[in-house]
């Protein structure tokens, strides 16, 4: 009798085993799902990360994309595409600034069909609230020594695009351009 006991319980075994090892699966995804979903008092409390800039001039296609010309030889250069949101009506939005030299000015100018007459002194079109709403750690210098101007950007299919301008001519030998466009 003891031996038939026996082989019941060896029975028993491997189902209790999978019966339990069954019950510590939905455990471990029961605590998968609900993490995320915020069930335990576990939060992400950090802030969001400000955008990151990407630092040089940007590659000949985004030059394309928004219908810019980055002169030769611009340095110091740093931008930063940001998506629309999907809408027929949102567009795409790139902020870049460079470092150039006044021929490279005159260059990119006509590239807008613009001179640097067009200029006008004192006039940030791009400003320093448009800089922050994006998180760019950039800052404008000082008013006095600030010019601007705003350009449609030619056709490209059914779309028209917009560039705000802002020249820092603190440096007269080496302006630093900051440009907003929106296509």
């Known amino acids: 009798m003891t031996q038939t006991v026996r082989q019941e319980r060896e029975k028993r075994l491997p189902v209790a085993l999978l019966v339990v090892a069954c019950c510590v699966l939905l455990l471990v995804a029961g605590a998968v799902v ?27 296609t985004v030059q394309k ?4 010309t980055v002169p030769a030889g611009a340095r110091a250069g ?13 567009g795409q939005d790139l902020y870049l600034r460079f470092r150039t030299t006044p021929a490279g000015l005159k260059e990119f ?3 807008l069909d613009k001179t640097t007459g067009d200029l006008v002194a004192g006039d940030a079109d791009l400003d320093q609230e448009d800089i922050d709403s994006v998180g760019l750690p950039w800052k404008i210098g000082p008013e006095d020594h600030l010019a601007g101007l705003s350009a449609d950007l030619p056709e490209q299919g059914d779309t028209v695009g917009t560039a705000l301008l802002t020249v820092d001519e603190t440096d007269a030998a080496a302006p630093l351009v900051y440009v907003h466009v929106t296509v």
Request: glycine share 12%; charged share 15%.
């Open 78 to 90: 740093s931008y930063l595409v940001v998506p629309g949101d999907g809408s027929a009506d949102s």
């Open 34 to 60: 609900a993490v995320p979903l915020g069930f335990f008092g576990f939060k992400d409390d950090a802030p969001p990360k400000a955008p990151q800039g990407t630092q040089g001039i940007p590659a000949a």
């Open 65 to 68: 994309t928004f219908r810019l």
């Open 109 to 111: 100018l006509t590239s």
